[in-house]
């Protein structure tokens, strides 16, 4: 089974930035999607961003033109640089690889932004 694993979270003041990383125990090439979501508080999980194989990607609005997803399949892994952080961005960020119709998570990583 895959394994993913998160990081690059922390504290941030608002208007700073982190890059989040998801490193995955197997190849993420070929017919595979990969995204980035996030859960605060009280709130429900919602998708941040996700990345197709061929290299689409798509954002909530609320992230466009600050969020940014890459793939690295030569080191099997995913990205999310988070630029011009706001409160609201307070989450446990979590990132999702889709394979053969299985879902895999990883554990996710504590993004804090406060002043």
């Known amino acids: 089974q895959v394994q993913l694993v998160e990081s690059g979270g922390g504290l941030v003041q608002p208007g700073g930035s982190l890059r989040l990383s998801c490193a995955a125990s197997g190849s993420i090439s070929g017919n595979n999607a990969m995204s980035w979501y996030r859960q605060a508080p009280g709130k429900q999980r919602e998708l941040v961003a996700y990345?197709?194989?061929?290299?689409?990607?798509n954002y909530r609005d609320s992230v466009k033109g600050r969020f940014s997803i890459s793939r690295d399949n030569a080191k099997n892994t995913v990205y999310l640089q988070m630029n011009s952080l706001k409160l609201e961005d307070t989450a446990v960020y979590y990132c999702?690889?889709?394979?053969?119709?299985?879902?895999?998570w990883g554990k996710g990583t504590l993004v804090t932004v406060s002043s």
């Open positions: 999702k690889l889709l394979r053969g119709g299985v879902d895999y």
């Open positions: 990345i197709t194989t061929g290299g689409s990607t």
